[in-house]
Every structure is written in structure tokens, then in C-alpha cells.
């Protein structure tokens, strides 16, 4: 296998620490040597590792070799990734319409003959969809989750943070609603809980248990974004 696919594996599955002990262990310890093949998306994945982790240090140590790996090894899909910092800064922002900018200049440096131009087309329709949620724009942040669940078929992890964004938005849209028109929401979303907890996605849980006691307490402000490292 080689070193990307073992990265990514290693960061679906959340095992962060065979994650970076992985990064390590390729990176080379002499200055100056060439780098290895995958080399750059290992150290993208052993950032968010390190995120998860809250170790600031590895994790912008790890984003600096991921954004030199990127460049010295050509590595046009690492660098699209790198740029969905970018986004979420823009966010924090509430500078909407330079996210999706963003987000747009990320897919182009992904061939569409790559092997993992779905997933990007994922993130793209995914992140966007966040961003109108964001904004308040529900209807269009519905459509581009509807768009993100057909190239998340192969990503059962995927799979459940898009249709929590959908079942989110969903409920948010309709929050001022008499009561009991929010049941089917609920419902959704403990289906989610149910899911993550049964495949061990214990982020994607957390966040759907948060969204349930927040539409169980009728309220339209206590949520939690499905936005997961």
C-alpha cells in the first residue's frame, strides 16, 4: 500500500497516532533528501491528526512539510487540500462568497482523471453547502448537499456528516414551526447517531447527539456543524 493510501486509512479509521508515527517514519531525517512518493498528502493527514490531538506545534509543523512536500513533489492534490484552511478562514470571516472563490481554485488543481477527483467534488459541494448554511441561505445549502451525497458513495463517513449537514439545514429552515413539525428531524438525526455510533465514527456522534438535544429542547441556536477534522 502505499504511503498516502496508508495515511488516509489511518485518518478515516482515527488512528492518529499510527498516523503521524507513519509521517514520521517517511519523512526523511537528512535535510535536503529527495522526498518520498505520497509523501505530501501523509503530511496533510498527520496535521489533522495532530489537530485532533490539540498539539499546535505538531500540527503546524505538519502543514509546513505538507505545503514543501506539495511543491517539490508536484503534488496538485495536497495543495488543494491545503486551501481549505483558506475557506474556513473566510468563514470565520463571514466572507461567504471568497470561501466558495476558495473552493472553486481547489478544484482546479485536481485533474479529473485523478482517482480522488469524487472526493474533491465531494468537499467542494460539501464545504459550499456549509458555507450558504452559514450564511442563512438554506435552500441553497440543501441543493448542494443533495449534490455532495452522489460522490460520497464510497465514504460511509462522508456519507453521514453530509446527510447531518441536510438533516441540520433541514431543521433550521423549518425551526419557527408549530410544534411537533420538527419530529421528523429528530428522527433523522438519531437515525445518524445510531449509524455513527454503530461504525465508530465517534465525531460524527458526538456532533448528531449535540443536534438532537438541541431540537429535543426546541431551540435554533445550540448546534453543532458537522464541519469535522
Not at 512518493?37 to 496535521?47: E, H, K, N, T, V
Not at 453547502?129 to 451525497?149: I, V
Amino acid at each position: 500500500m502505499s504511503i498516502d493510501d496508508q495515511a488516509m486509512r489511518y485518518y478515516d479509521e482515527g488512528k492518529n497516532d499510527e498516523l503521524l508515527e507513519l509521517a514520521r517514519r517517511e519523512w526523511p531525517a537528512q535535510s535536503g533528501a529527495v522526498l518520498p512518493a505520497g509523501i505530501a498528502d501523509a503530511c496533510f493527514f498527520s496535521r489533522n491528526a495532530a489537530r485532533r490531538k490539540g498539539d499546535l506545534v505538531q500540527q503546524e509543523l505538519w502543514h509546513a512539510r505538507a505545503l514543501t512536500a506539495a511543491i517539490l513533489t508536484d503534488s496538485e492534490r495536497t495543495a488543494a487540500r491545503l486551501l481549505l484552511r483558506c475557506c474556513f478562514v473566510l468563514l470565520e470571516e463571514e466572507a461567504y462568497q471568497e470561501a466558495r472563490d476558495v473552493l472553486g481554485l481547489m478544484l482546479r488543481l485536481v485533474d479529473r482523471d485523478d482517482e480522488q477527483y469524487p472526493l474533491f467534488m465531494r468537499l467542494f459541494h460539501e464545504k459550499s453547502a456549509y458555507s450558504f448554511f452559514a450564511e442563512g441561505r438554506f435552500e441553497d445549502a440543501e441543493k448542494y448537499y443533495q449534490e455532495a451525497l452522489a460522490y460520497c458513495q464510497e465514504d460511509p463517513r462522508g456519507i453521514l456528516k453530509v446527510r447531518g449537514g441536510t438533516v441540520l439545514t433541514g431543521y433550521l429552515s423549518h425551526c419557527r414551526q408549530p410544534a411537533g413539525a420538527a419530529d421528523r428531524f429528530i428522527a433523522a438525526m438519531n437515525e445518524i447517531l445510531a449509524e455513527a455510533e454503530s461504525a465508530g465514527f465517534a465525531d460524527v456522534a458526538e456532533a448528531a447527539a449535540c443536534n438532537v438535544h438541541m431540537m429535543e429542547s426546541s431551540n435554533c441556536i445550540d448546534w453543532c456543524a458537522f464541519e469535522l477534522v
